[in-house]
T-cell receptor, first 116, second 115 residues
Framework: AQTVTQSQPEMSVQEAETVTLSCTYD???????LFWYKQPPSRQMILVIR??????QNATENRFSVNFQKAAKSFSLKISDSQLGDTAMYFC?????????????FGTGTRLKVLA | GAGVSQTPSNKVTEKGKYVELRCDPI?????LYWYRQSLGQGPEFLIY????????DSGLPNDRFFAVRPEGSVSTLKIQRTERGDSAVYLC?????????????FGSGTQLSVL
C-alpha cells in the first residue's frame, strides 16, 4: 500500500526566512505525481506545487520549490521569504496510476507558523 | 459558481440520526471526490465520482455511508445512524476530468459533530 509520511507535526519560522517541510512516501509504482497542498484556517485546501515523478527537474512556483529525490522517495517543500500568510497546515500528497482511478493519498500534515 | 461549495459548513447531530452533506462542484467538472478529515489527520479518501457514477467507493468505511450524484453535478453524502466516531470535517473536491496529475479544487468542508 502507498503511504505518505510527514514527520514534522509543527514548525515555525521567522518572517522573511526560509523553511523546509519534509515528506517521504512509499510506493512500488514507477510513475506518479506528488503534491503539496496548503490548508489555512478556512479549511479550503489550495494546491501549492506539484511534481511528476518522470520529471527530473524540481518544480518551482514563485517562493515555493521542491527537492524531489526519487530514489530516496523524498519530496520536501522549501518556502523562501516566508510571509505571515503562509501560516497554515501543509499536506504532502501522492497520486499514482496503479488502482485505475487517480485518487490522492495524503500525509498527516505539518502545521507551519510564520512569526512576525 | 466560482468554486466548490459545501453546505452546511457545520452540522451538529445526535447519535443515531441521519445526515446529508451537500457538495456543489465547479461547473463543468466531471470528477468529484469526497474526503474525510479527522482531527489532526490528513484527508482520507471516501469516494470518487466520474459523471453520475461512483468510479471508486473503496474508501467508504461501512454501509452507513452512501453518496450520490444523480445529474453529474451536485453530490450528496449520506450518513445513516450516525456514531460519535463519524465526527470529522468532510471535504469535497472536484477536478476537470479526473485525469492523472490533475489539480483538485476543494470546498471549505462540512464540520460534522455527532453528540
Amino acid at each position: 500500500a502507498q503511504t505518505v509520511t510527514q514527520s514534522q507535526p509543527e514548525m515555525s519560522v521567522q518572517e522573511a526566512e526560509t523553511v523546509t517541510l519534509s515528506c517521504t512516501y512509499d510506493t512500488s509504482e514507477n510513475n506518479y505525481y506528488l503534491f503539496w497542498y496548503k490548508q489555512p484556517p478556512s479549511r479550503q485546501m489550495i494546491l501549492v506545487i506539484r511534481q511528476e515523478a518522470y520529471k527530473q527537474q524540481n518544480a518551482t512556483e514563485n517562493r515555493f520549490s521542491v527537492n524531489f529525490q526519487k530514489a530516496a522517495k523524498s519530496f520536501s517543500l522549501k518556502i523562501s521569504d516566508s510571509q505571515l500568510g503562509d501560516t497554515a497546515m501543509y499536506f504532502c500528497a501522492f497520486m499514482n496510476t496503479g488502482s485505475g482511478t487517480y485518487k490522492y493519498i495524503f500525509g498527516t500534515g505539518t502545521r507551519l507558523k510564520v512569526l512576525a | 459558481g466560482a468554486g466548490v461549495s459545501q453546505t452546511p459548513s457545520n452540522k451538529v447531530t445526535e447519535k443515531g440520526k441521519y445526515v446529508e452533506l451537500r457538495c456543489d462542484p465547479i461547473s463543468g467538472h466531471t470528477a468529484l471526490y469526497w474526503y474525510r478529515q479527522s482531527l489532526g489527520q490528513g484527508p482520507e479518501f471516501l469516494i470518487y465520482f466520474q459523471g453520475t457514477g461512483a468510479a471508486d467507493d473503496s474508501g467508504l468505511p461501512n454501509d452507513r455511508f452512501f453518496a450520490v450524484r444523480p445529474e453529474g453535478s451536485v453530490s450528496t453524502l449520506k450518513i445513516q445512524r450516525t456514531e460519535r466516531g463519524d465526527s470529522a470535517v468532510y471535504l469535497c473536491a472536484s477536478s476537470s476530468t479526473g485525469g492523472f496529475g490533475e489539480k483538485l479544487f476543494f470546498g471549505s468542508g462540512t464540520q460534522l459533530s455527532v453528540l
